[in-house]
Nanobody, 125 residues
């Protein structure tokens, strides 16, 4: 099993920045890809970004490309999501996820095996 704990959510004004963290523990060696998803009220959970745990290859949703940056610190078993130029439409619960299979294209929630509890990000206009 892998445990994921997110932190760093909060309330920010549009245009500002926020950094989310996700600390992983347990059988981390069994995972290949870690990522971030988000879910707004009444909407499906959507892919935001992913990173290969060993190697660092990244992938982003078009809606966040150029504004968000995913990174990892393997020594701390932690991934980060730096979110800049935030918009009200970025408001959602953000979830950290980990996958036991290696896939980086067309990622969906079904590709991930482990999930954190989520952290709320609210962007005011």
């Amino acid at each position: 099993q892998v445990q994921l704990v997110e932190s760093g959510g909060g309330l920010v004004q549009a245009g500002n920045s926020l950094t989310l963290s996700c600390a992983a523990s347990g059988r981390i060696f069994s995972t290949y890809v870690m990522g971030w998803f988000r879910q707004a009220p009444g909407k499906e959970r959507e892919f935001v970004s992913a990173i290969v745990r060993l190697g660092g290859r990244t992938n982003y949703a078009d809606s966040v490309k150029g504004r968000f940056t995913i990174s990892r610190d393997n020594a701390k078993n932690t991934i980060y999501l730096q979110m800049n130029s935030l918009k009200p439409e970025d408001t959602a619960v953000y979830y950290c996820a980990a996958a036991s299979s290696f896939k980086m294209g067309d990622l969906s929630p079904y590709d991930f095996d482990y999930w954190g509890q989520g952290t709320q990000v609210t962007v005011s206009s």
